[in-house]
């Protein structure tokens, strides 16, 4: 759960994982946090890795990788701490890595209530043709947080995972698919931001399509990462 100052919505987020009847075990990366989203994550029952200066998400979430790895995990998820992840599709999700490598809550199949309009929606249905090409399979929310990863994924993510903006979404599932990784997306209902202030300003909308086209770029010059044969991950 990378956080970056979400002290209003961390603690309830990381309670709702919790109480799932899965018993999870909930990591909270705080991103150079200069509020009480540490504080709150603890109070929870969370443990929390801090950084000591905001890295942005893609840093937050290797560091969370790495950690994962050191500690044996062998498949992790990623929630958001504003609350958006409903914590009870996270079983949903993690089954998805029954079929593939890394399993996307999708946001735009047919479940839920969550939509964008304007050129957000514009670049997001050009990603997501454009992507499920590569992955050769169909894929309607490529920009979705919402992701879990195998044992193979999580190798991939660790040694490359970007911190540009954009970079971990599209960027890093572009280079894991060229890597060799699958991918299959579930169907999830998106909830509402329960706190705290929105990570994009709706101003600055328009800058959306040129950054993911931008960002779909620089995925397809990147190198390919090394990733272990499935038979020698077992």
Known sequence: MPAWNEQETVGNTVREVLGQEQGYDVLVVDDGCTDRTSIEALRAGARVLRLPFNMGVGGAMRAGFKYAREHGYPSVIQVDADGQHDPRDIAKVLEGLDHADIAIGARFADTGTYRVSGPRRW??????????????????????GFRAANS????????HYPAEYLGDTIDSLVVAIRSGCT???VPVAMRQRQGGQPSHNP??????LMRSVLALFLALTRRRSHILPKEEMA
């Open 123 to 144: 670049a997001m249905i050009f990603l997501a043709k454009v992507i499920s090409r590569l992955a050769r399979t169909t894929l309607t929310d490529v920009t979705s």
């Open 152 to 159: 193979r994924a999580i190798s991939q993510y660790i040694d």
């Open 183 to 185: 991918v299959h997306q």
């Open 203 to 208: 101003a600055k909308s328009a800058l959306y």
